[in-house]
């Protein structure tokens, strides 16, 4: 199994993606304001090994060598988000220019190496001034969002055209607000409830604004999604992989195609319908996006647990069942994959797909100079060809973007989790380039030859 990067066109977007909570590390430089996860990482027990975001990768002041191994690897395309706290330290008010400089200067740096920059606008990192007013569960919510997405649309708009606005909205709505193990660590249905509706507001509302303001833009927004599988074909499982799917692949997707929460479905939804009521703004959530972005990582196998309450279901993990996975124990199966891409490309409203992550943590070791992980090879390698074979059976698929450059702060896994094409010690900063990095710039070397000029009419078909 071998794919060409040249199976995919000249105008496909091969890419890899990065995040400022993840990455930049400068926590408190140059005007910065104190982030959700910088107060998270230093709460006791929150962050394996007692480990913190505050230094990370150092990107913010490596940007241009880190860009630089982007362009040397061969990706086209530079995914990477705004540290909404950096540009705006109290989430509202003051603007902080040297933080909008930083920006700048990156995105600058970006199209100097003729790199494709995609900008997501929320990427976890709330400003913890706003968490104290409530974050997401807040119903100023909107409004905070709002003014942010403004600024970032009318300060790199004409810079940037390609905008992915919210990364896996139920990714940080149960984790950080109903089941406390990310940032800000809230819990409980009524914080998970109006989290989730806002978040679902904020995706169509900050599309709208992008739209108003940037010309020509090319919009998302990214979803996590992963197969759900009854572990048996009992009833019991069946129904409970069901109303996992709901929440999992379900809940964040269809009102921004039009189509409101599945509640018919799971009557558990019917509370958030309290608060559409509550706001009159079931028709502010549907937005026409031009692209979706999607996450897949793992499929996940569901049974009946009676003792989880309101979903009654739990996960059977992947070692039990003894099928391949990686150092997370997050089960690998591009067939998975193929049937996601599949599934995601048949709802009515999707335009486009684009894979906006990708990847696999394994226990790499640094040995004489280099770091031979062939696992992470072999992932990329099954996971390219099955969405190829997706794209051959239809699916629109425009581009594909790996997860990630550098290995960096994997939220609550801390350092240990390593996703990078390219190693880093974070004692000193070195960066060593995998094998799996290498294996990526022969994979587009042929891909690169016969790059030409890229329009967005060649984009969006």
Known sequence: MNPSSKDFGEHFLWGVAIAAAQNEGAYNKDGRGPSIWDLFSKRPGKIKDGQNSLHSCDFYHRYKDDLLLVKGLGFRVFRFSISWSRIL????????????????????????????????????????????????????????????????????????????????????????????????????????????????????????????????????????????????????????????????????????????YPREEFKFLDKLELYNKAWKYTERMTFEFDFIGLQNYFPLVIRYNPLIPIVFASEVKAATRKVPRTSMGWEINPGSFYRILKRFSSMIGVKNIIVTENGAAFRDELKNGSVDDAERIDYFSSYIHAMGKAMQDGVPVKGYFAWTLTDNFEWSEGYKARFGLVHVDFKTQLRTVKNSGYWFRDFLNDYDKQLKPVSLENIIE
């Not at 933080?99 to 970006?110: N, P, Q, S, V, W």
């Not at 914080?191 to 020509?216: D, K, M, S, T, Y």
């Not at 992963?226 to 129904?239: G, I, M, N």
């Open 89 to 260: 330290p109290e989430g509202t008010g003051k603007i902080n220019k040297e933080g909008l400089l930083f920006y700048h200067r990156l995105i600058d740096e970006c199209l100097n190496l003729n790199l494709i920059p995609f900008v997501t606008l929320y990427h976890w990192d709330l400003p913890a001034s706003l968490q104290k007013e409530g974050g997401w569960a807040s119903h100023i919510m909107l409004k905070w969002f709002s003014r942010y997405v403004t600024l970032c649309a009318e300060e790199f708009g004409d810079k940037v055209k390609n905008w992915i606005v919210l990364n896996e909205p139920f990714g940080f709505t149960s984790l950080g607000y109903m089941l406390g193990r990310h940032a800000p660590g809230m819990s409980g249905l009524r914080n998970f409830l109006p989290a989730v509706h806002h978040a679902a507001l904020a995706q169509a509302e900050g599309g709208r604004i992008l739209r108003r303001l940037v010309p020509g833009a090319y919009i998302g927004t990214t979803f996590s999604c992963s197969e759900t599988l009854p572990y048996t074909d009992r009833k019991e499982d069946v129904e409970a992989a069901q109303r996992a799917d709901i929440l999992l692949n379900r809940l964040f997707i269809e009102p921004a195609l039009g189509m409101g």
